[in-house]
């Protein structure tokens, strides 16, 4: 298990009233390609495409010459994916699919539910599965150490990266019934904390712990294992040992956490810890090829630590990766920031950082950062602070990735803040509080404003830890 930060009870200072909206559309996708091929000609320039339903404008259009070629929705569905180009065909791109709903993963560190939620703000079920929740009679209940993945996952199904029982949970939003359960080869064991799924038949895993009880491929954890996503099936080891820092000869593990894909990889945070959780070394980025499964590139994050969370921002090409700082150091706020990196060219490269010391000197969550672009605001983001000592508050900030310019947005109780999601101009902000879990909604069209709450959960009251697109 990852050292949790676990969040305690606390109040966010923005008020906002409780409010509940219609419903959504939850309609499963099945066997969508995930690699977008350009067709017989090559690229057009691509044109507006409609509004999709996911948070984000998608890509398409057209242009007056050539054969047909594909063009890769960014956001939600497009109202042309398709423009029209050239002689030669485009290359294979991968891309996550186009999200379907807005869920909350709902957690007291015992045990976890999900709820369905609308994008205009509102729950539309409560608990769509819980803890007790079972499947066909042999599935696993599921644990309090869950979370849901960096992005929406192929098929359309809710996965629950399941950590304390070491499995991958498959919940239909539809029927709010669990489809499948498979395990994770090595189970909890070696923690796994991310997936990506990139055909019907492979799935990356990251396994954040290391066994050292066993030196077999399949259980030794420490890397990311590929796995067929229907059955669990151990399929092959990608080893990142040769990617882990040193600190003062202390053996420290690479860590895979926290994965995405990102310009047609898929990108690995490596969080860089040795074995006791007492020995840092540099945070870093790996990059998976998804035809050969190697790494082709590795991006080191100097002077960060406990790198994890990420964010791809496809209009700028643009990696956002949170990094929090040795825990409890001193120095702990010149250690963390939102490290930035550019995926513009054939190689990957950091471009910046943006301290924490910007985002009140504070260590940064580490858990998330969230890339939020609009027209009239092109490199603005979202990011989130909290205080080791439990003193400070937690806070939540808006920034520009270019400039580096920090607005706090509000606060909220030490360790109540969770990982948020954006669905238009709206941004869901989870409050894990135990007596008033709650959903905040901030107004993000201009400064953003507090307009809302709700509990999500309002059947077994369990507090909110991650809204996400599934």
Request: glycine share 14%.
């Amino acid at each position: 298990m990852r050292g949790l930060v676990m969040r305690a009870l606390g109040l966010w200072t923005v008020a906002a009233a409780v409010g509940m909206a219609a419903g959504c559309s939850d309609t499963p996708r099945t066997g969508e390609p995930i690699f977008a091929m350009g067709g017989a000609g090559g690229r057009g320039t691509p044109g507006l495409g409609g509004q999709g339903t996911g948070p984000d404008l998608g890509t398409g259009g057209t242009s007056s010459t050539g054969g047909q070629g594909g063009v890769v929705a960014a956001g939600g569905a497009a109202g042309n994916p398709a423009g029209q180009g050239g002689a030669g065909g485009a290359p294979a791109v991968l891309a996550p699919p186009a999200p379907v709903g807005l869920v909350s993963l709902n957690s007291d560190y015992q045990a976890t539910s999900l709820s369905l939620l609308s994008p205009q703000g509102g729950s539309v079920e409560g608990s769509c599965v819980h803890s007790s929740t079972v499947g066909d009679g042999t599935s696993k209940t599921i644990s309090g150490d869950a979370v849901l993945p960096s992005q929406p996952q192929r098929g359309g199904d809710i996965v629950i990266v399941d950590r304390g029982n070491g499995a991958l949970t498959f919940v239909d939003p539809t029927g709010c019934f669990i489809a499948r359960q498979i395990a994770v080869p090595g189970g909890a064991t070696t923690d796994p904390h991310d997936v990506v799924i990139v055909s019907d038949q492979k799935a990356y895993v990251t396994r954040y712990q290391a066994n050292l009880a066993s030196s077999s491929p399949q259980q030794v954890g420490n890397d990311v294992v590929v796995i067929d996503p229907t059955t669990g099936t151990y399929v092959k080891r990608i080893s990142l040992d040769a990617l882990a820092a040193t600190s003062a000869g202390a053996g420290v593990l690479a860590r895979p956490d926290r994965a995405l894909i990102a310009a047609g990889r898929v990108a690995v945070s490596l969080n860089q810890v040795d074995a006791t959780y007492t020995a840092y070394g540099t945070g870093a980025v790996a990059f998976i090829d998804p035809i050969t499964d190697t790494v082709t590139d590795h991006v080191s994050l100097p002077g960060l630590f406990d790198c994890a969370g990420m964010d791809y921002v496809p209009s700028s090409h643009t990696l956002l990766v949170a990094c929090g700082g040795i825990y409890a150091d001193l120095n702990q706020a010149l250690q963390a920031g939102v490290a930035v990196i550019d995926l513009s060219a054939s190689a990957p490269r950091l471009d910046h950082v943006i301290s924490a010391v910007a985002f009140g000197a504070h260590a940064m969550n580490f858990e998330w950062v969230l890339g939020a672009p609009t027209a009239d605001a092109p490199n603005r983001a979202f990011a989130g602070t909290y205080d080791p000592n439990d003193v400070a508050p937690d806070a939540l900030f808006e920034f520009d990735v270019v400039s580096g310019l920090v607005t706090p947005v509000g606060t909220a109780a030490a360790f109540a803040l969770g990982a948020p999601a954006l669905a238009g101009d709206l941004l869901f902000v989870p409050e894990a509080l135990a007596s008033t879990p709650k959903v905040q909604i901030f107004d993000v069209s201009a400064a953003p404003q507090g307009v809302k709450a709700f509990t999500p959960d309002v059947t077994n009251g369990l507090p909110p830890r991650q809204v996400a697109w599934y």
